[in-house]
């Protein structure tokens, strides 16, 4: 069965670094997303991403996050300046489009900002 | 605005019992209501839709209207169960997953 993958499953970063986390979405999927979890709280809508622009973004997503579809298979979350409070598990999702489709979720990369 | 409540963090059942996860939503339009779980260091997936009205793994979900509620129930629990159960919504008839999840309810199934 298609699976969407990550990289990495774990990443430590100083504040203040860049960092870019990586998606593999399903391949026939049109749809990319990226979502988070702060621990200990809900998971939460960042951006989705659609014919290589973003469709929508929360407030969550300011300048300092950008997305990519580099190539043809990848999907990227770039942090520009990372903060402590962007530590949290990120899930990159993905889903053809319409009524009665589901997002299928990556393992998610667990980013710790130190 | 959209708001998905799990009042319950965790859930504790021996097996065999029946199990109710309560999810209760707030949503001025017609939403369209998901049940994902999470097993044990595995990736959120999908578990059941409201709009499919079918029962997986034993689990079946009813949307009410009335009461803004899309709990998640099983007569007989299994230690197979045990997991992380996230209430989901989105509004109906858009094309994409832009989810409003809860904040999940543990399930721990004892033998």
């Known amino acids: 069965e298609p699976e969407v993958t990550q990289t990495p499953s774990h990443q430590v970063t100083q504040m203040g670094q860049e960092v870019i986390l990586r998606c593999v979405p399903i391949?026939?999927?049109?749809?990319f997303y990226w979502y988070r979890q702060i621990l200990g709280q809900k998971v939460e809508f960042l951006v989705s991403f659609y014919n290589n622009e973003i469709s929508e973004k929360s407030e969550i997503f300011d300048d300092q996050f950008s997305v990519e579809r580099p190539d043809g298979s990848n999907f990227t979350l770039k942090i520009r300046s990372t903060k402590l409070e962007d530590s949290a598990m990120y899930f990159c999702?993905?889903?053809?489009w319409g009524v009665g489709t589901e997002a299928f979720f990556g393992q998610g990369t667990r980013l710790t900002v130190v | 605005a959209q708001r998905v409540t799990q009042p319950e963090k965790l859930l504790s059942v021996f097996k065999g019992a029946p199990v109710e996860l309560k999810c209760n939503y707030s949503?001025?339009?017609?939403?369209?209501l998901f049940w994902y779980v999470q097993y044990s260091r595995q990736r959120l997936q999908l578990l059941l839709r409201?709009?499919s009205r079918e029962s997986i793994k034993g689990f079946t979900a009813d949307l009410n209207k009335g009461e803004t509620s899309f709990h998640l129930k099983k007569p007989f629990a299994q230690e197979e169960d045990s997991a992380m159960y996230y209430c989901?919504?989105?509004?109906?008839?858009?094309?994409?997953?832009?989810?409003?999840f809860g904040t999940g309810t543990r399930l721990l199934v004892s033998p």
């Open positions: 989901a919504l989105k509004p109906m008839n858009t094309g994409f997953q832009k989810l409003v």
């Open positions: 409201h709009i």
């Open positions: 999702a993905s889903s053809e």
């Open positions: 391949s026939n999927h049109l749809y």
């Open positions: 949503y001025s339009g017609s939403p369209e």
